[in-house]
């Protein structure tokens, strides 16, 4: 368990474009944020806690860290606002939920 980060949460979105938007999510924030992206993973570090997503092959599973409940509802809003806006044609809303470290 990361001290700095207590909070967790995660969502999947139900997608076969899971990689493509893997891509765009790092990309867009790479212009603003240390990202680091693999193939089929993706780190985005905001200052205010950290996104893990990862691209499965029906799906893009986001895991969200940050230092307290209220920070990480702020890390939902916006990782969803961005990944909905790159896939409007797939535009189901999210469900998150509490996530193990």
Do not use: N
Request: aromatic share 8%.
């Amino acid at each position: 368990m990361d001290a700095l980060f207590p909070a967790h949460a995660e969502a999947r979105f139900a997608t076969p474009m899971a990689r493509r938007y893997l891509g765009q999510l790092c990309k867009h924030f790479a212009h603003r944020l240390p990202v680091t992206q693999g193939e089929s993973e993706g780190r985005i570090a905001f200052p205010s806690g950290h996104c893990i997503a990862r691209a499965e092959a029906e799906a893009l599973v986001l895991h969200l860290d940050a230092p307290d409940a209220a920070t990480l509802g702020t890390l939902q809003d916006v990782v969803e606002r961005h990944l909905l806006r790159f896939a409007f044609r797939e535009a189901a809303p999210l469900a998150w939920a509490a996530a193990p470290a």
